[in-house]
């Protein structure tokens, strides 16, 4: 009975074509294991929504949201679950997320977390759960002296851009003697000392390193100690390159101020005024990067959040291309965690809104560095002011122009490492 | 008497049975932070509850025994010294608070905890060589004592089961002991007690020695469940928390600060990562989830809106709280029987003393 309807309601053309297309899709598909195909991918972000560090942790979702939206949900040909965890931005939130992903939600992959010490707080669990984690923390040392097999940096370690910095200012700008000013935190030592070992090996002097706290109503007393120089390098994070740019053009200074990827970062540029013009920022993404990825990534920033991205949100976007090809990669299945981590490893990408990236055998990204100065000239967005692209240094890797083994022979950067010198 | 009893038995049974009843690990862990956290607010209601001195420094002497135990760690040492040795540091660091917050009260004592307790987290922050600052200490191992391994979930729970009952009946038999009531005394008549001829002083001296001790364990046990410890758990945010916990539960019971500390890892731990599936034409049953969502996604707004709420109808905390209405409830049960005679009820068993 059954067949005799089946028959006669399709005809043989349509039998005929439909069988046509079945076939091209069967042959064009991923060919991928049929377990996997049943269940969804499960994708967590930890990321942080709630506290002082919200507004990089919201942008990060916002990045991961806007890959999902535009692949609709797929990921290397599987569908995808995705589940957001706030960690309150302390460590102990860290911890307990991380345990909720990776216990109760059972995730393939997590994308965050975004703070060096949450990073740190889950580094033995992780590695311990074999999950695959995709960073925003800049931690230098987790893909330095300390590696974690599980753990992969798409982003960038702390002194990764700030090392192009030291050497920008040295041979272009012609600073020779600078003086550093960053947070009290090891994200601060660690790209402040990026710097200055970059710009000293190019003949360059730091002669004074300050290290106001984290939160400083009032810059002027330090900025007060900013003298015998022709330059200044900050490193400040969040909101407050705005109040020190500020109070910095308040204060009359004039030497050209120099600073990494969170002091000008993109996000920030609705937010300055005349005093940043003149900025120069060494980042390894840049809003002004025009290529299809980049175009196509800040549109649908636009249209989904109507706002501007900068390096947090397109920094998670990259994790979720990285994800999407190393699941490619391993044919669609992440059951076997050690064979899914090879394949992330292997990822290669040619157009993500950064550039070119691939992977150094520490699991640390080989991607270009952008130095930009901050003008007027060619905003876009609404936007009064502009991080133009003044130099492109490619394929950096986070050793610098150093061989890695004379590298990893130093201490990791801190607050005494480089030391201050007589020069 | 007995039917207390009967309930003691009863909550001890149901917390040993909890991994078996609840045994996906992740809530075994969070059941092992409530433990935990209500250690550390047993110890802050001792000065809370019975002492009547706020202090909003504790978390500091929480983050001295922590980063004792994971320095000795990380050094080398093996637990069996490591953790001793952080009890007794933490002991010392107590002593020390204790000598300079107890030369004042009320607002002085809270304003001196809270200074003490910026104190130690700066050392934490800046002390580099020690703490290794903002990047903490990592601890890579749990202690195994009679050869039972703490790594397993079900194991931690069991050891800090443990530890957590001991803490009870060593808070009860301190509250209920000639030194608990002459506590008591010092809070509400100190100059009386001066008088009557007790040493005020050294009884609050006691008592914050006490108080320092549970919370020094709880700091100890924070470390060995999280394996790490950075400067973010000494913040002035954790001693307020702490002191939340006391309060919403019930500060001056034994029963309330377990409750607080129940409530606030809940809400934070789980609650926060709760979501409704909501469909996209939206019925009744969907505008409420979406609602839900919304206050999941900011549980510290959540938080607040209970500790209001605790705040206006329950300004006693969760635990005598719950007591009152419930007598209350009982009382007007009784009054509509009364009417009729035989039915003359003996009047509700109090479960919690106030003093």
């Known amino acids: 009975m059954s067949r005799r309807l089946t028959a006669r309601s399709i005809s043989r053309r349509t039998l005929l074509a439909g069988t046509a297309a079945g076939a091209t899709i069967a042959l064009t598909r991923f060919p991928t294991p049929a377990i996997a195909q049943a269940a969804p991918f499960k994708l967590g972000l930890l990321t942080v929504k709630t506290g002082p560090l919200a507004q990089g942790g919201i942008q990060m979702e916002q990045g991961v949201l806007t890959y999902l939206k535009e692949k609709n949900y797929t990921m290397g040909g599987r569908k995808v679950d995705f589940v957001s965890a706030d960690t309150g931005g302390n460590p102990a939130g860290a911890k307990t997320k991380a345990q909720e992903l990776v216990e109760r939600d059972k995730v393939d992959v997590i994308l965050g977390p975004l703070a060096a010490f949450e990073l740190y707080a889950i580094n033995g669990y992780i590695q311990q759960q074999k999950m695959p984690t995709l960073s925003l923390a800049a931690a230098d040392n987790l893909t330095q002296r300390q590696p974690n097999p599980y753990l992969l940096r798409a982003s960038a370690t702390s002194s990764q851009a700030m090392q192009p910095m030291g050497h920008y200012a040295a041979t272009e700008l012609k600073l020779k003697r600078v003086v550093t000013i960053v947070e009290d935190f090891a994200f601060g030592y660690e790209q402040m000392g990026g710097f200055q070992a970059a710009f000293q090996k190019d003949g360059g002097c730091v002669v004074n390193k300050l290290w106001p706290p984290i939160v400083t109503p009032d810059y002027t007393p330090y900025i007060a100690q900013i003298s015998g120089c022709d330059g200044v390098c900050q490193g400040f994070a969040g909101s407050n390159p705005l109040r020190f740019m500020k109070q910095y053009a308040t204060a009359g200074l004039k030497y050209p101020v120099v600073t990494g990827e969170t002091g000008a970062d993109d996000a920030l540029l609705k937010s300055y005024g005349d005093e940043a013009i003149g900025l120069v920022s060494a980042c390894p993404y840049t809003l002004d990067l025009d290529s299809d990825g980049n175009n196509r990534f800040v549109s649908e920033m636009l249209k989904n959040y109507n706002t501007v991205p900068g390096f947090y949100a397109a920094g998670l976007y990259i994790n979720c291309e990285v994800v999407d090809a190393g699941l490619q990669g391993a044919g669609g299945d992440a059951s076997d965690k050690q064979k899914f981590m090879a394949a992330l490893k292997a990822v290669s990408l040619t157009d993500t ?16 560095i952008y130095i930009r100065r901050i003008g007027r000239e ?20 986070q050793f610098w122009v150093w061989p890695e083994q004379e590298f990893l022979a130093h201490p990791v950067y801190s607050r005494d490492y480089p030391p201050l010198t007589k020069c | 008497m007995t039917g207390r009893r009967i309930a003691i038995v009863v909550a ?10 609840i045994t996906e690990v992740y809530y075994v862990n969070i059941a092992s932070q409530i433990l935990l956290y209500a250690i550390f607010a047993l110890g802050l209601n001792v000065l809370v509850g019975y002492a009547g001195l706020v202090s909003l420094g504790h978390a500091g002497l929480f983050g001295v025994a922590s980063y004792a135990v994971a320095y000795l760690l990380a050094a080398g040492f093996g637990h069996a010294v490591a953790i001793p040795a952080a009890i007794g540091i933490g002991l010392l660091a107590t002593a020390v608070f204790a000598a300079l917050a107890l030369r004042a009260s009320g607002i002085s004592f809270i304003m001196i905890t809270l200074a003490l307790g910026e104190i130690i987290w700066g050392l934490a922050y800046r ?7 903002d990047n903490g200490i990592n601890v890579t191992t749990r202690p195994a004592p009679f050869g039972l391994p703490l790594s397993s979930a079900r194991g931690f729970y069991d050891a800090t089961l443990i530890i957590f009952l001991l803490a009870v009946a060593s808070s009860a038999i301190f509250v209920r002991s000639p030194l608990g009531a002459a506590l008591c005394g010092t809070r509400d008549q100190p100059r009386r007690m001066n008088a009557l001829g007790f040493h005020v002083w050294m009884i609050r001296f006691m008592a914050f020695m006490f108080s320092g001790l549970l919370t020094s364990i709880s700091g100890i046990l924070f470390v060995y469940y999280n394996e790490f410890i950075s400067p973010q758990a000494l913040a002035l945010t954790a001693s307020a928390e702490g002191l939340l916990m006391v309060i919403s539960g019930g500060a001056g019971t034994l029963l309330g600060p377990v409750v607080g500390a129940a409530l606030v890892v809940i809400v934070k731990n789980v609650v926060s990562g709760l979501r409704f599936t909501v469909l996209s034409p939206m019925g009744f049953a969907d505008l409420v989830k979406f609602v839900l969502n919304g206050l999941f996604q900011h549980w510290n707004f959540l938080l607040g809106a209970i500790f209001v709420a605790i705040v206006v109808f329950m300004p006693e905390g969760l635990v005598p709280g719950s007591v009152r209405l419930a007598r209350a409830a009982w009382r007007t049960a009784n009054r509509s029987k009364s009417a009729r005679p035989a039915a003359a009820a003996p009047p509700a068993p109090v479960a919690e003393q106030k003093r």
């Open chain 1, 353 to 368: 809104p950064r550039g070119p990236i691939k992977f150094d055998h520490l699991n640390n990204v080989i991607g270009n």
């Open chain 1, 378 to 397: 060619g905003a876009k967005y609404g936007l009064k002011l502009w991080n133009k692209t003044i130099k492109t240094y490619e394929n950096v890797s």
């Open chain 2, 12 to 21: 001890i049974i149901g917390l040993v049975i909890v991994p078996y009843v």
């Open chain 2, 127 to 133: 002390w580099i060589s020690v703490t290794h600052g």
